[in-house]
């Protein structure tokens, strides 16, 4: 029953996401709504971390095995793709690497961050013994 609540609060915010996208002039997937709208719950505490939290889990366990499809029906229509190989291949490691980098660096910036408010909270505790 629990996975079911659970799996029922995923499901609205993806509805509410759909109606956002149907909605919104805005050109952006509604799964980036989705993730918008479910960080932003998650981080006002309009929904709990614990009461999406396990089937959440489950979701990203099995996400691999949702790349299954979208592969094979590349492999059935790689006849079709041949005239586009090349160019394909070469966007796909050109964004890879773009991907990694941004990633690294905003992982970097977080961390420095981070540290800096450690030092700042550090600071603050001597100055007032």
Do not use: W
């Not at 981080?43 to 990203?60: G, K, N």
């Not at 990694?100 to 013994?129: D, N």
Request: aromatic share 8%; hydrophobic share 55%.
């Amino acid at each position: 029953m629990k996975y079911l609540q659970q799996i029922s609060i995923i499901f609205v915010v993806t509805v509410c996401a759909e109606a956002l996208h149907y909605l919104a002039p805005i050109p952006v997937p509604a799964c980036v709504y989705g993730l918008v709208l479910m960080l932003l719950a998650l981080h006002f505490h309009i929904i709990p971390l614990e009461s999406v939290r396990e089937t959440s889990r489950f979701l990203i366990e099995i996400m691999p095995l949702m790349f299954i499809p979208p592969a094979v029906g590349l492999i059935a229509s790689m006849k079709d793709l041949k005239d586009f190989i090349v160019p394909l291949l070469i966007t796909i490691v050109l964004t890879t690497f773009l991907v990694v980098g941004v990633t690294g660096q905003v992982a970097q910036q977080i961390i420095r961050y981070e540290k800096l408010g450690r030092r700042r909270k550090k600071y603050a505790a001597s100055r007032i013994k």
